[in-house]
């Protein structure tokens, strides 16, 4: 089975910083891109972070500055770290495998899975 599991989410306070991880089974990803998104609670998914496979970024605007995606292809996974975490931050984050478009947003390649909650609050 083709899978992205998540992990590293929790509560932290205004400020703070957290590490995501993604980590993928059934398949090598190396030459996918992956991506972050994260949907607030009533709101739709965004894109967060893109990393393509030859290692260049995308990152929406809310988050440039602070939030860094680096993937590691001998470990198949995909990170996010987030500093300088704001409470807007908080959100159900997911990552995804595919393919870029030329306006450098992702077409994802698999089914969402459960995510992992971040909530930034004092």
């Known amino acids: 089975q083709v899978r992205l599991v998540e992990s590293g989410g929790g509560l932290v306070q205004p400020g703070g910083s957290l590490r995501l991880s993604c980590a993928g089974s059934?398949?090598?990803?190396?030459?996918?891109?992956m991506a972050w998104y994260r949907q607030a609670q009533g709101k739709q998914r965004e894109l967060v972070a893109l990393i393509r496979s030859g290692g260049s970024t995308n990152y929406a605007d809310s988050v440039k500055g602070r939030f860094t995606i680096s993937r590691d292809n001998a470990k198949n996974s995909v990170y996010l770290q987030m500093n300088s975490l704001k409470p807007e931050d908080t959100a159900v984050y997911y990552c995804?495998?595919?393919?870029?478009?030329?306006?450098?947003?992702?077409?994802?390649?698999?089914?969402w899975g459960q995510g992992t909650q971040v909530t930034v609050s004092s």
């Open positions: 059934g398949r090598t990803f190396s030459s996918y891109a």
């Open positions: 995804n495998a595919g393919t870029t478009t030329v306006s450098g947003t992702l077409v994802p390649y698999l089914s």
